[in-house]
């Protein structure tokens, strides 16, 4: 069983930065391959980031690319996701979400634990 929570969303302007955290209960974070989505209004939430349990090789949406980075500190058992060049599009309520799957799951059906979420919020 793993427990999630969000932090660390906001409202910001464009071409700022911010950096959510998720922090995990449990005592098997480090096998749990980790992964970020994000859901606007009137949207299915969509992936945002997946970072593999070991060697913590991560992957990307293409929206996001160049301009987030997600990574995990398994000892402190978080992960995290630094966004940068924020854009009015990125708006949503970001989620974080484990998989007991390796590799880099991409669907929300192959994760079984979510965070409550975090609104992140970026004016022009």
């Known amino acids: 069983q793993v427990q999630l929570v969000e932090s660390g969303g906001g409202l910001v302007q464009a071409g700022a930065s911010l950096r959510l955290s998720c922090a995990a209960s449990g005592r098997t974070f480090d096998r749990y391959t980790m992964g970020w989505f994000r859901q606007a209004p009137g949207k299915e939430r969509e992936l945002v980031a997946v970072?593999?349990?070991?060697?913590?090789?991560?992957v990307y949406a293409e929206s996001v690319k160049g301009r987030f980075a997600m990574s995990r500190d398994n000892a402190k058992n978080a992960a995290y996701l630094q966004m940068n060049s924020l854009k009015p599009e990125d708006t949503a309520v970001y989620y974080c979400?484990?998989?007991?799957?390796?590799?880099?799951?991409?669907?929300?059906?192959?994760?079984?634990?979510w965070g409550q979420g975090t609104q992140v919020t970026v004016s022009s």
């Open positions: 979400a484990a998989s007991p799957r390796g590799g880099w799951p991409r669907s929300r059906a192959e994760y079984d634990y």
């Open positions: 970072i593999s349990w070991s060697p913590r090789s991560t």
